[in-house]
Structures are given as structure tokens and as C-alpha cells.
């Protein structure tokens, strides 16, 4: 059974950093595609970053310079990080891990629809 969870959620000021991770387990072989999506109360959910097995990297604009995303495979278990810099009230959201077995990472940033599994959840507050 796949498995996503998510840590490293918390509250911080404007300015600081946090640093997300998801343990993804339960997939036969590494998912080609693992993303960060994120998505504030009253608005839709939206693709932060997404990454490719081999390490290609799409970004938001909203995040691009501030934010990284990273993956790393051991054990037969994928972990994906998000590292957030300078954050600002605006990153404020609950974010979620996402996989998926296809490479439709390679050509952009995906959408919500185009992952298979998803994670809980962890939430991000930033005050101003």
C-alpha cells in the first residue's frame, strides 16, 4: 500500500526557513515524479515544485530562488524534501507531498490532477 507522510511543518516569522520532508514508501519501484503542492484556506491547491527520479526540478515562479526541492532514494524508500527560505506570509498553507509513476514532471509544472498518491499534510504559518 503507498504510503506519503509528511514532516517539518511549523510556524515561523517572515524571513525564516523551514525544511520539509516526505517519506513515501509502499511503491514497487521509485516514483518517477514527486512533487510539493500547497494550498491556503478559501483557494485552490497549487504545484510549488515537482522533481523528477533523476533530478530535474521544476518551480513556481511565486517560489523560485527561495525555495528547493530535493528527493533522495534508500532502503527501497523514497524521501522528498522542500527547503523554504525567506519565507513570507504569503507561503502561509498546508502543504502536501505528491507521487506519481509517470514522467510528466519532465515537461513543466504539474498539475494536482496529474498525481496518483498524496500525503496528510503539514501545515506552514508565517507571520508578518
Known amino acids: 500500500q503507498v504510503h506519503l507522510v509528511e514532516s517539518g511543518g511549523g510556524s515561523v516569522q517572515a524571513g525564516g526557513s523551514l525544511r520539509l520532508s516526505c517519506e513515501a514508501s509502499?511503491?514497487?519501484?521509485?516514483?518517477?515524479?514527486m512533487a510539493w503542492f500547497r494550498q491556503a484556506p478559501g483557494k485552490e491547491r497549487e504545484g510549488v515544485a515537482n522533481i523528477a527520479h533523476d533530478g530535474v526540478a521544476k518551480y513556481a515562479d511565486s517560489i523560485k530562488g527561495r525555495f528547493t526541492i530535493s528527493r533522495e532514494r534508500a532502503n527501497a524508500k523514497d524521501t522528498l524534501y522542500l527547503d523554504m527560505n525567506r519565507l513570507e506570509p504569503e507561503d502561509t498553507a498546508m502543504y502536501y507531498c505528491?507521487?506519481?509513476?509517470?514522467?510528466?514532471?519532465?515537461?513543466?509544472?504539474?498539475?494536482?490532477?496529474?498525481?496518483?498518491?498524496w500525503g496528510q499534510g503539514t501545515q506552514v504559518t508565517v507571520s508578518s
Open positions: 509502499g511503491y514497487k519501484y521509485d516514483y518517477h515524479c
Open positions: 505528491a507521487a506519481d509513476s509517470t514522467n510528466h514532471c519532465y515537461y513543466g509544472l504539474s498539475k494536482a490532477a496529474d498525481f496518483a498518491y
